[in-house]
């Protein structure tokens, strides 16, 4: 069975611009949480989305925003990017919600560096 | 607030030896806790959960965690370390404040096991 797979591994932009990260989870998982990695502030959990609606949010500002698909598919979007975005941004699927079952798999992350 | 903390930074143990990474907590409720690893430049790694039943869990890779509810405390332990433990170790607990439920990691401790 194919993991969960982030894309893109790596990407560098600049302030001010926007950046679009997907995640698609394991096949038969309906949850994509996203959480963001960072040396200072550990793990940081952004939001989960469940069968294509936000179920769970963490306490980041609305510059960041996501979406799921009908195919349990996941994007989040970070717009208006400042210096401090830079982190590791993890994706995890599960087969029901995060916080319920516990047992998440995780991607390899998206590392986002803003110059 | 709910939270998790993990008080060392990092763990140093020479090979053979038992070794303990510690977690506390702080829920209101019944906790349910889990343990993750991530190895340098992968995503996280399930290990093992506590929900109910026996206070010692056994997990993934010959790791174990005791929850201990009067010290609201659930270390990992391995009574013998390998070198191919080295890693960082997260605890996880689940958090229903604010009407949500997720997933919240600790800092994290890094795991250095010498030959």
């Known amino acids: 069975k194919a993991g969960v797979t982030q894309t893109p591994r790596y990407l560098i932009k600049t302030r001010g611009q926007q950046v679009t990260l997907s995640c698609s989870p394991i096949s038969g998982h309906r949850s994509v949480s996203w959480y963001q990695q960072t040396p200072g502030q550990g793990l940081q959990f952004l939001f989960e989305y469940f069968s294509e609606t936000q179920r769970n949010k963490g306490n980041f500002p609305g510059r960041f925003s996501g979406r799921q698909f009908s195919n349990s598919r996941s994007e989040m979007n970070v717009s208006t990017l400042e210096l401090g975005d830079s982190a590791l941004y993890l994706c995890?699927?599960?087969?029901?919600?995060?916080?319920?079952?516990?047992?998440?798999?995780f991607g390899e992350g998206s590392r986002l560096t803003v110059l | 607030a709910q939270s998790v903390a993990q008080p060392e930074d990092q763990v140093n143990v020479a090979e053979g030896n038992p070794l303990t990474v510690k977690c506390t907590y702080s829920?209101?409720?019944?906790?349910?806790l889990f343990w993750y690893v991530q190895y340098p430049n992968r995503g996280l790694q399930f290990l093992l959960k506590y929900i109910t039943g026996d206070n010692l869990v056994k997990g993934s890779y010959g790791f174990e965690a005791e929850f201990n509810k009067s010290q609201t405390s659930f270390h990992l332990k391995t009574p013998s370390a390998l070198v191919s433990d080295s890693a960082l170790y997260f605890c996880?607990?689940?958090?229903?404040?604010?009407?949500?439920?997720?997933?919240?990691f600790g800092a994290g401790t890094r795991l250095a096991v010498h030959p």
């Open positions: 829920v209101s409720g019944n906790p349910y």
């Open positions: 996880a607990v689940r958090d229903l404040s604010g009407g949500y439920n997720k997933l919240i």
């Open positions: 995890a699927s599960s087969f029901g919600l995060a916080g319920n079952t516990g047992e998440l798999f």
